[in-house]
């Protein structure tokens, strides 16, 4: 019987991963060789197109069927294959530990982290809002299979816990990434303040966003009736209410609002968004909703 990669998804689901890779709206790589097309030609064994020969060329590259028919050279073309960086940041504050979100969290952190290793993807992860140690918190740049194992450790051990601010954590966390490429945003965005900044920071880093929004079952439907104390579990701030069952289309209305909002500031930099309940179900979650919605294929 084959031993278990991580705790955190079965091996089956690791070995369906094998097929699959992550497809960002727009090309974003850096000049590495790697695996994605790049803008400009190269050197890959990809045909891209044909121009006419000019004296300096490189005479190697001269289509040599096609000058024996038209008696004229032409110059061979091809695909420019350039890495891309997979950038994972994940939530690790107070809000996370309600209701599973952390958990799904660090599986989805698993899934994006085994589509960048088992192909030619460099990876780096950030867990923000945590109160670990600098060590603890990132995941420096690394590349193929062989990191996979070290991948692992560095999600399982993620605890969690804090009450740093999304937009503060993303810029300190941005002070150690390099390289152009994708950041998925693994987070509730329960914050109070501007995510318009560390959106903008990622995408001046080079960075698209693919964010997915971790919401608990109870944020997304709540079941209240009566008066309530809410309590802010970062902030330590509370709110009575009054007949809370008659606020609940006001807080839909309120999160429908956010949720659009998150949308935009992802699209407007090429990037994407989802909004799932930290009950889903991973298998259904990657291989239907991701792969339907073009974030992975």
Not at 218 to 231: A, N
Not at 255 to 267: A, K, S
Request: aromatic share 8%.
């Amino acid at each position: 019987m084959a031993n278990q990669l991580t705790q955190l998804l079965p091996n089956r689901l690791l070995d369906r991963l094998k097929r699959s890779r992550i497809t960002p709206l727009r090309r974003a790589t850096n000049r590495s060789p790697g695996g994605h097309l790049a803008r400009k030609g190269g050197a890959s064994t990809e045909l891209a197109d044909f121009r006419d020969y000019a004296p300096g060329d490189d005479i190697r590259f001269i289509d040599w069927n096609s000058f024996s028919r038209l008696h004229r050279p032409y110059l061979k073309l091809f695909h420019q294959e350039e890495e891309m960086q997979v950038a994972v940041f994940i939530d690790a504050s107070n809000s996370m530990l309600f209701e599973g979100k952390l958990n799904l969290a660090k599986q989805l952190a698993v899934v994006f982290g085994v589509l960048a290793l088992q192909n030619p993807e460099r990876l780096s992860m950030h867990v923000l809002g945590s109160t670990e140690s600098a060590a603890l918190q990132r995941l420096g740049r690394c590349a193929g299979r062989a990191s996979l194992g070290k991948m692992f450790s560095f999600v399982e051990q993620i605890g969690g816990g804090g009450d740093a601010a999304f937009e503060q954590a993303t810029e300190s966390a941005l002070k150690h990434h390099k390289g152009k490429g994708v950041a998925v945003l693994l987070s509730d965005f329960l914050t109070f303040g501007d995510l318009s900044r560390p959106f903008n920071l990622l995408f001046s880093a080079g960075l698209q966003p693919m964010a997915i929004q971790i919401l608990a079952p109870s944020e997304i439907v709540p079941d209240v009736t009566g008066d309530l104390r809410m309590v802010d579990c970062e902030q330590l701030e509370t709110l009575d209410v009054s007949s809370a069952g008659s606020l609940l289309d006001i807080y839909q209305e309120h999160l429908q609002i956010f949720q659009d909002r998150l949308e935009t500031l992802c699209r407007q930099r090429s990037g994407r968004f989802l909004c799932t309940g930290s009950d889903a179900d991973i298998d259904h979650l990657v291989f239907d909703s991701l792969r339907r919605q073009g974030w992975i294929r």
